[in-house]
């Protein structure tokens, strides 16, 4: 079975800084795809990033990149120039690619980020 | 374009009561996932449809929980009779297809009294 760890419960990183949120995972497969989502306290779960395992290449979003080693299965986003907006808790996500199967989420237990002024 | 949209976005209800919750597609899409929030257990799967058609139930806690798609673009939620252990948040989610990625609703807070 698949399973998705982030191990930090929760991070700080003072505004304009960087700060760098942690994911391992757990799979079998060769061919998927990681996630990270955002939820504020509006709840609302926010798409931040995706990353296909085929890639070699980091996926970027403006502020927002990851460090992918599929070797190592760790996924890690990094956010830059942290704004107070970015506070949220933030959600790794894997779902694995298998013909005629639905695109199924397995999220980790989320990391709450604060951001401080 | 809208997003998903659930509601309603709070419920507050005795146990016992039936529970209803509704999820409006993105107009477009033609899969639809349901998910529950809990502080214990996080993000968990619960059912999810393609075309209409129910894929994978086994999320589903027990025979008390049941979901359906009326037509291609909105889903019920129903719990019948509920228990204040079915407090959490639930969400719904849909996407243009199976491989696409899935945009969630804003919720629904749910509280079993």
């Known amino acids: 079975a698949q399973t998705v760890t982030q191990s930090q419960p929760e991070m700080s990183v003072q505004e304009a800084e960087t700060v760098t949120l942690s994911c391992t995972y757990d799979t079998s497969e060769s061919d998927y795809y990681l996630f990270w989502y955002k939820q504020p306290p509006s709840r609302q779960m926010i798409l931040v990033i995706r990353?296909?395992?085929?890639?070699?290449q980091n996926a970027t979003e403006n502020r927002f990149s990851v460090n992918f080693q599929k070797a190592a299965k760790s996924f890690s986003l990094k956010i830059s120039d942290s704004q107070l907006g970015d506070a949220a808790m933030y959600f790794c996500a894997y779902s694995f690619i298998s013909s005629g199967s639905a695109r199924q989420l397995t999220f980790g237990s989320g990391t709450q980020l604060t951001v401080l002024p | 374009d809208a997003g998903v949209i659930q509601s309603p976005r709070h419920e507050v209800t005795e146990m016992g009561q039936e529970v209803t919750l509704r999820c409006k597609l993105i107009s477009g899409h033609n899969s639809l996932f349901w998910y529950r929030q809990t502080m214990m257990r996080g993000l968990e799967l619960l059912i999810y449809f393609n075309n209409n058609v129910p894929i994978d139930d086994s999320g589903m806690p027990e025979d008390r929980f049941s979901a359906k798609m009326p037509n291609a673009s909105f889903s019920t939620l129903k719990i019948q009779p509920s228990e204040p252990r079915d407090s959490a948040v639930y969400f719904c989610?849909?996407?243009?297809?199976?491989?696409?990625?899935?945009?969630f609703g804003d919720g629904t807070r749910l509280s079993i009294l």
């Open positions: 990353q296909e395992a085929y890639k070699q």
């Open positions: 989610a849909s996407s243009w297809d199976l491989y696409q990625p899935q945009h």
